[in-house]
């Protein structure tokens, strides 16, 4: 007598094959699912990442900075700064989140007045859908507050330079020479 396979025990393996290929689809598709929140949440965290990187560079090089408008949520800066994006030297640069599209643009010039006619200046959009973005000047600090749809909130806290690094006298007289020097140099940040 031969052995074969009957049409029931094929039914029953054609019944297990079907179901572990729907769990491996279901799988499969589950990581491709969390592949994408992952790429959305790195994305983001990239984004955000190069938003606090420009507006160091910006603040930390810049000669003056200025208010062209406050508003309750929302400010637009000036500043001189030694940071360019567009290789020119010692640019103008303006900060302002244009009402059209709530989008955060960066303006660099290499005047104080804009130049449109000649087109020189340059733009960048830094951040999309910003319902907030302010500037604090306190005791020589700039306090930057950034809030985005998408990306999590910037809070800056910016000391210039000229700030940063302060020198401390010693108390009662001349400082003494050695390893045992009063005078202390003091970073803020």
Known sequence: MKKAFTLIELMISIILLSLIVSFLYQSVAQLQSSN?????KTNAIQKREEVLKLLYNDFI???????????????AIVMQSNNSLHAMTQPYLKYKVYRDDNTLRRVENP?????????????????????FFKVYAQKGHYLVYLKAKDMDDIYLDIVPPALSVKKVKPAGGTPNSGPNNNTKTRAKG
């Open 36 to 40: 994408q929140q992952f790429l959305q």
């Open 61 to 75: 090089n810049a000669s003056s900075v200025e208010w062209s408008n406050k508003e309750k949520n929302l400010d």
């Open 111 to 131: 005047s104080e007045t804009l130049d449109a006619e000649n087109k020189v200046f340059r733009f960048n959009e830094i951040v999309k859908e910003v319902s």
